[in-house]
């Protein structure tokens, strides 16, 4: 930098006038938006449906675009952000109709891209649209197969009756009134780090064998007369009382792990369940896993019986024990038995065993951040909505200032601080303060 008496603009100032304009405006991203993550291929990031472009469409292919590129391509656009999802490659530069601004290459469809049901806007074992202003509930992401659950339909509390009926208009962030009307979950948020569906623990056969024990909750009932309850608790107490002898006897049997109380009623269950594993562990590493809690086991030979692929909930004839739903608590995933006969499963997902990276868009590049940087970053802050007409506010704004340096960079002078201040001092009042 030169001398002290001509205050050059440096990055650092830069970015502080920009931090100005941004807590000013509440306009402004942590990240930057300007590459298309297409390049890098299948990744776990978060993943939008544009709703104007009709990506959604059940007649064609579904497609999902990153976050780049909803913002940069799809700005002016009626979108849904789906959140992360694993091995999956942005669609927008396949995207015929709404060409791709930042990656602009045609490129042929990503056949290896999973579209579940949210592709189509669709959520929870239930099936439901997403209205963010109609929504009362909670909903919960799966780790297994990233759908989004209601609470309800996890059987965490009740449904909120006046959701269908009476759709709250809510102000920006005035949910809070509604929310605090509901009844408290069965399991709060703070009680658990993950949860896996019914319908992803059926297909993960070390899961199901945990499902119910410590740290491995579940919401079950004996009846359809019943409360539901909570079962797997760290700090039990209320955990039930034959599998915490079943549990204690196991333990009490020792390293060996190899013989099991019996199960009341689910023998076939745990035939199939624990073939292999004794004799395996005789061989090699002992099973420490935990004795099957019975409860959720007799929850798991229904809905399989029932056919449920999709993890429908029994039919209304059938008694409804649970869902099958566990909710995983802290440090679950250093806790499992890796026996040979319980890893393969466990391997086999690898976010089981790991916690896996989510692509965020690059953070403060070293060179500094562009005023079209910055102004994202103020961007991501906002909720959703808000950030989507904020996009067209600093596009706007972004269009003005570049008019405004474009002078001083055809005459080769240096932007100084004042310069930039006095442009966004005029917007200010040109904005009324905002
Ligand atoms: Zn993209
Ligand atoms: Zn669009
Ligand atoms: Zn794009
Ligand atoms: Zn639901
Ligand atoms: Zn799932
Ligand atoms: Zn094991």
């Known amino acids: 930098m030169s001398s002290d008496d001509v205050q050059t603009l440096t990055s650092q100032e830069l970015y502080a006038s920009q931090a100005q304009l941004i807590d000013e405006a509440a306009e402004a991203l942590p990240h930057q938006f300007t590459s ?36 940069a391509c799809h700005t002016d656009h009626e979108q849904l952000e789906l959140f992360p999802k694993r091995d999956f490659r942005c669609d927008c530069p396949t995207t015929q109709a709404h060409r791709c601004t930042l990656y602009t290459a045609l490129e042929p469809s990503n056949e290896g891209n999973k579209y579940g049901q949210n592709f189509r806007g669709l959520f929870c074992r239930c099936g439901r649209p997403y209205d963010a202003k109609k929504e009362r509930e909670t909903m919960i992401q799966c780790v297994g197969c990233e759908d989004w659950f209601h609470e ?14 009476s759709p709250v208009k809510q102000e920006d962030g005035d949910a809070s009134d509604e929310e605090g ?26 899961l199901k064998r945990y499902a119910g024990t410590t740290g491995v909750m579940m919401v079950v009932r004996h009846s359809d007369a019943e409360p539901w309850k909570v079962i797997g608790q760290e700090e039990d107490g209320s955990a039930e009382t034959n599998v915490e002898i079943d549990a204690k006897t196991a333990e009490a049997e020792g390293q060996t792990g190899s013989k099991r109380p019996r199960e009341e009623g689910s023998a076939d269950g745990s035939n199939k ?5 004794p004799s395996a562990a005789s061989e090699s590493k002992p099973c420490l896993a935990p004795t099957p809690n019975p409860t959720a086991q007799k929850i798991y030979k229904c809905t399989s019986a029932n056919g449920t692929d999709e993890g429908k909930k029994p039919s209304p004839s059938e008694p409804n024990f649970g869902t099958g739903d566990v909710f995983l608590t802290e440090g679950w995933r250093a806790r499992w038995c890796k026996c040979p006969s319980c890893l393969p499963s466990l391997e086999s997902r690898p976010y089981l065993l790991e916690e896996e990276d989510t692509y965020e868009p690059p953070e403060d590049p070293d060179s500094g951040l562009s005023l079209e940087e910055l102004g994202m970053r103020a961007l991501s802050r906002l909720p959703r909505e808000r950030a989507l007409d904020g996009i067209r506010a600093f596009n706007a704004m972004r269009d003005g200032l570049m008019d405004y340096l474009r002078p001083f960079a055809m005459e080769g002078r240096v932007v100084q601080e004042a310069d930039v201040r006095a442009f966004f001092e005029a917007k200010k009042t040109e904005n009324g303060e905002a």
Request: contains cysteine; hydrophobic residues 30%.
């Open 181 to 206: 009307s509901l009844p408290p979950p069965l399991i709060s948020g703070e009680d658990y780090d993950a949860l896996v569906c019914g319908s992803c623990v059926l297909e993960i056969p070390t």
């Open 273 to 277: 369940r624990l073939r292999g594993s």
């Open 36 to 71: 298309c993550t297409y390049p890098l291929g299948p990744l776990r990031q978060a993943v939008y449906l544009c709703l104007t472009c009709k990506l959604n469409d059940p007649d064609v292919q579904p497609k999902g675009i990153c976050s780049a590129c909803s913002v």
């Open 152 to 165: 309800s339909c996890l059987n965490l509390r009740e449904r909120p009756a006046s959701r269908a009926l």
